[in-house]
């Protein structure tokens, strides 16, 4: 493969489409929930500009996360050295740009939670990731509120804000887990997430909790009547995942088999996006 070629996979890999995917995701089922019929052109833009966020924010994230990801993942493209830290700033500054722009096509409240996601990614890669809990709850809420966007580009959000709630517990339980699965790295950088101060054990016990509060919360919009019984049919299977997942996650402190949870808990990200659009069918 040429440089060039080599130089743009590795700038793909930086971006990591398959997060930025599941934020688009997450924007056309805000719409999708919250209007009947569904203005797709507006959500359609919605869901590039949370893309274009998503892609911002992990080159961002990895452009400071060096010391760490060279033990934790050195193959990514800056500590693989096939990629500068420059060329990184460089692609987190134009995402965030083309985010901005798009959430400009939607209106001001798009261009306020694009802002915020910015913002809010920024602040946390530059200070709040060793903060225990709280840089988890900060990523928890920005990949959380895409749904939200959904709603802006309908002119209606309510209905969007209960998976934005739900789709919170889950990405804080998978913060913490991935927090295990960095103790290395980050103690090597100096980081002191919760992981690091407590220890795994404390961290998955924190999971756990954040899980049980998941599964009991979620099947409020059925029993008010919110989400049909296509939701629930949906959340009966991901709730048998989410209870061998607390069966089986940290039964000791050793840093092995950790990206199972972290791997069950982006299906249940999946799952519960089609639990949402079952729920109005």
């Not at 103690?187 to 016990?205: P, S």
């Amino acid at each position: 493969m040429s440089s060039s070629g080599s130089r743009t996979v590795a700038l793909i890999e930086l971006l990591r489409p398959i997060n930025g995917l599941l934020a688009a995701a997450a924007v056309l089922v805000g719409a999708f929930v919250s209007r009947s019929p569904t203005f797709w052109w507006p959500a359609l833009v919605g869901a590039a500009s949370a893309f274009a966020a998503a892609g911002a924010a992990n080159a961002l994230n990895d452009r400071l996360d060096l010391v760490s990801d060279r033990i934790n993942r050195p193959g990514r493209p800056i500590p693989s050295g096939r990629l500068s830290r420059a060329a990184a700033t460089t692609a987190a500054c134009v995402s965030g740009l083309v985010s901005l722009g798009l959430a400009a096509v939607i209106g001001p409240r798009a261009v306020a939670l694009a802002l915020a996601w910015l913002v809010l990614t920024a602040v946390y890669s530059r200070f709040l990731k060793g903060v225990p809990l709280v840089g988890n709850v900060a990523v928890a809420l920005v990949a959380s509120t895409p749904f939200l966007m959904g709603g802006f580009s309908q002119g209606k959000y309510l209905l969007a804000v209960i998976p934005c709630a739900l789709a919170f517990f889950v990405h804080l339980a998978r913060e913490i887990v991935k927090d295990v699965e960095d103790i290395a790295g980050d103690e090597a950088a100096g980081v002191r997430t919760f992981a690091v101060r407590r220890g795994a054990r404390a961290a998955f016990a924190v999971t756990r909790g954040v899980l049980i509060a998941l599964i009991a919360l979620a099947v409020l919009p059925f029993a008010f009547r919110v989400y049909g019984w296509g939701y629930a049919a949906v959340l009966i299977v991901i709730d048998v995942v989410l209870v061998r997942l607390l069966v089986s996650m940290g039964t000791d402190s050793a840093n092995t088999g950790l990206r199972r949870p972290s791997n069950v808990l982006k299906t249940v990200m999946a799952l519960g996006l089609l639990a949402f659009i079952a729920g109005v069918l």
